[in-house]
């Protein structure tokens, strides 16, 4: 079995900063891609930010230049770096691992935390 634990969420103000982390354990051979996403009140599950093993990095347009993600391979874990946070980046937050759980094997598996919440607000 895998988790995801997050961690670092909080109520900040609006052009404040959040850093949130997610380590992810259990049976673990090598995890593809780690990210983030969010949910809002009302609205559907977005992506935030996502890295590859090998460094490549997407975000949302919503995010750009105010977020950024990175990783720390050896210890399984991904942060998120949170910037100039604005009201609509109000959510809970969400990490997520693709996960190879055998070496003989190459299916990969997708986890996820139990989000942690964000609450932007004067």
């Known amino acids: 079995q895998v988790q995801l634990v997050e961690s670092g969420g909080g109520l900040v103000q609006p052009g404040g900063s959040l850093r949130l982390s997610c380590a992810a354990s259990?049976?673990?051979?090598?995890?593809?891609?780690m990210g983030w996403y969010r949910q809002a009140p009302g609205k559907q599950r977005e992506l935030v930010a996502t890295?590859?093993?090998?460094?490549?990095?997407n975000y949302a347009d919503s995010v750009k230049g105010r977020f950024t993600i990175s990783r720390d391979n050896a210890k399984n874990t991904v942060y998120l770096q949170m910037n100039s946070l604005k009201p609509a980046d109000t959510a809970v937050y969400y990490c997520?691992?693709?996960?190879?759980?055998?070496?003989?094997?190459?299916?990969?598996?997708?986890?996820w935390g139990q989000g942690t919440q964000v609450t932007v607000s004067s």
């Open positions: 997520n691992g693709l996960v190879r759980i055998s070496e003989q094997s190459s299916v990969t598996y997708s986890y």
């Open positions: 259990g049976s673990i051979f090598s995890i593809n891609a």
């Open positions: 890295m590859t093993s090998g460094g490549s990095i």
